[in-house]
């Protein structure tokens, strides 16, 4: 019984004239004991909402820390994966670095020891060459011509011999600069190297917590029913996302050429986002597990992480970058108010302004969103009107 109702009856009761209730019975007006047990009772209602609203709200802060805990998994293992990957390339090209000074200092290696054998002989011939005298090496000659060239040729062969010894100095020293960089490549592959295995250790973190925060959402009906309002509550802020970030035609940057055919000419044309299968449609539905009904302003397309995602058609990034319940996002205006999303992305390949024509490479397919699926989410809109993609994308 409501409080308002148990005080009414209260009221009702002292105030009713003797005789006026229980068909001539004994109806003496309630005793003082009663009239504190009805207010007890009132209390003890009263008491009983603010317990059942205190927990209400307890449960509902509850579900919305773990969907916030959720994005919050998802967006630092992004990030993780990010860095890991950025430090694996940064592995290859020291790898690429140490193998190109490791031939260049075996072939300055072959060099040097082609000159130390050269200048080996060389001071074997300077010995001999001593020990007999130079004087009389000229005086043997047969002519004064002969003694001449003969001089002439020594001074070139010393001169010779000089440059090789300064090349082989400056080889030596070559050498060093090598050795010294294959050094700091080697220190620097090392530090990297366990940069990367930490990313890695951290990807494996994010990855098991998130799966056990998905874990709690599906084995607990109320938390899914709020994973399902929250998820359409960012869809609703993605709507105000595209408002806020259009522009009028004349302000825009890299507005599409006159030459641009509009999107609405390609209508049942334009090429699928990314390589995959369908398997949630667009339009309304009723939640296969929880049995509500929800509405779903795009379509999921099952693909594999890193699978190429194309632009279905020619226009400038309006949007890029992490948006709660979507994942990694690219949002692309395709001119006269019309716009692609395209979401749960891996890596992404284009900035805000970036001009983008059919068919290029924006990003890869990824598990980023909120809910973990490996694939794309894909979405069209007219104003903040969202449009079915199946009747705009070429059939098959």
């Known amino acids: 019984m409501r409080l308002g109702g148990i005080i009414f009856l209260s009221m009702m009761m002292m105030a009713a004239p003797p005789g006026a209730a229980g068909g001539g019975r004994d109806s003496s007006p309630p005793t003082g004991a009663t009239l504190e047990n009805l207010h007890q009772e009132a209390e003890d209602v009263q008491r009983g909402i603010q317990e059942r609203e205190a927990e209400i709200d307890r449960i509902r802060r509850r579900e919305g820390d773990v969907l916030n805990a959720l994005d919050r998994a998802a967006q630092s293992l992004h990030r993780h994966r990010r860095q890991a990957q950025t430090l694996r390339i940064e592995l290859e090209d020291l790898d690429q670095k140490m193998t190109s000074t490791r031939l260049a200092e075996e072939d300055l290696a072959r060099r040097i020891r082609a000159n130390e054998a050269y200048l080996s002989k060389r001071l074997v011939a300077l010995y001999t060459l001593n020990r007999l005298g130079t004087v009389d090496v000229l005086a043997a000659s ?220 924006i990003a890869t397919a990824g598990d980023s969103g909120i809910m973990g699926a490996t694939g794309l989410y894909f979405e069209l809109r007219h104003h903040d009107r969202p449009l079915d993609p199946m009747e705009w994308l070429q059939p098959g």
């Open 142 to 361: 047969a002519s004064m011509v002969e003694a001449v060239k003969r001089k002439a040729a020594l001074e070139r062969i010393l001169s010779h011999d000089e440059e090789v010894q300064k090349t082989l100095r400056t080889y030596y020293a070559e050498l060093r600069q090598l050795q010294s960089e294959l050094k700091i490549h080697q220190d620097e592959k090392q530090s990297r190297a366990a940069d990367y295995d930490r990313q890695l250790t951290a990807v494996n973190r994010e990855r098991s917590n998130r799966e056990t925060l998905l874990t709690r959402i599906r084995n607990d009906k109320a938390t899914q029913l709020a994973a399902i309002d929250n998820l359409q509550e960012a869809a609703r802020e993605l709507d105000l996302k595209i408002k806020a970030l259009s522009r009028p035609p004349d302000s825009r940057v890299d507005s599409p050429a006159a030459s641009v055919r509009p999107i609405t000419a390609s209508k049942g044309l334009l090429n699928f986002p990314v390589k995959g299968k369908i398997i949630n449609r667009f339009g309304p539905y009723r939640h296969p597990r929880m049995n509500v009904p929800a509405f779903r302003n795009g379509i999921d397309i099952a693909a594999e992480r890193g699978e190429p995602v194309k632009a279905v058609h020619a226009g400038t990034i309006l949007y890029s970058g992490w948006f709660k319940g979507y994942g990694s996002v690219v949002i692309i205006d395709h001119g006269d108010h019309f716009y692609s999303v395209y979401a749960h992305l891996e890596d992404v390949f284009k900035s805000v302004d970036n001009r983008v024509e059919a068919g290029d490479v």
